[in-house]
């Protein structure tokens, strides 16, 4: 059914701002949607289907609020928009935008970019131990990074460990020279330049020289007991159910812990269990426990990424892989 929608910006000085240099975002929202939109002065003018034509009034009304709370506005902001409010409509996109949960070294803000998103880090907030299952892209380990920062700098922690498991990503590396420390540093490197985009380079040397944050291989956990600390254990899909056991019961009086993972992107043999599965089958009913799942509208890379992803979904659905494809949603699991 078609419909044609009104909307008519009310504060002028913003409409430059809320329709782009060319009404770039205008020809951005009516792409995205499906629908047609005509503007004149401050009015504009949807019409195509009904349902697609009030996301897209809805959009704009939305914008004109970040902006009016002096939220500057580029074209991912908008691709960001259309794909929250066309999960849910009813949605403020000043509870998702305005949530910032740090500023880096860059005065970057971090924050939440989807509904999943928003969840995620509530329930980081919320709970003891968080897991955060999705594709590549979706920010499941940069969120939790910036928590972890955020946390240490209020004194909510005395330390972060950013932990691994080292294994070859479907490539055999060979023998890697060097000292202990050199050999695992490839295994590490994505935390580290997650750590290095929020905190200024030598900073963030001086707290990891002082120990203050720790970033290592999973198997250096054994034995530990991590007291007063956020622990974020990334690539999760790539520990064994004996490691997965051995991880969370490290965890020490004032901890918490978050726990990533692309389930997708298995790289133990085929002869090995992947803990984070079987975490999800174990451990979804515990109090205190919180399961986020991510899906390819989460994605926040180039948009590409969200194309890339959903065509390998839709190849793992036609192939069927065991134990590859679970049927996860967006949203939370068992929660305190």
Known sequence: ???????????????????GRQNRYVKQVALALGIRIGSKGLELHFSGDAAQAEIGRRVFEELEQLLKEGMPLYPPDVDYAVRILCQDSSTKLRDIFLDTVFISARKKI????????????????????VFGVGPAGTGKTYLAMAMAVAALMRKEVSRILLVRPAVEAGEKLGFLPGDLAEKINPYLRPLYDALFDMLEPERGKELVANGIIEVAPLAFMRGRTLNDAFVILDEAQNTTSEQMKMFLTRLGFGSRAV??????????????????????????????????????????????????????????????????NLNLTSGEGAKN
């Open 110 to 129: 971090i924050g939440p970019k989807s509904l999943a998103q928003k969840h995620y880090i509530d329930a980081i907030r919320a709970h003891h131990v």
């Open 1 to 19: 059914m078609s419909r044609t929608q009104k909307f008519i910006v009310a504060d002028a000085d913003l409409v430059g701002a809320l329709l």
């Open 259 to 324: 726990v990533t993972g692309d389930v997708t992107q298995i790289d133990l043999p085929a002869s090995s269990n992947s803990g984070l599965l079987s975490a999800i089958d174990v451990l979804s009913n515990v109090s205190g426990i919180c399961f986020n799942y991510f899906s390819d509208i989460d994605v926040v890379r180039h948009p590409i990424v969200q194309s890339i992803v959903q065509a390998y979904e839709a190849a793992d659905k036609r192939s069927l892989r065991p134990g590859r």
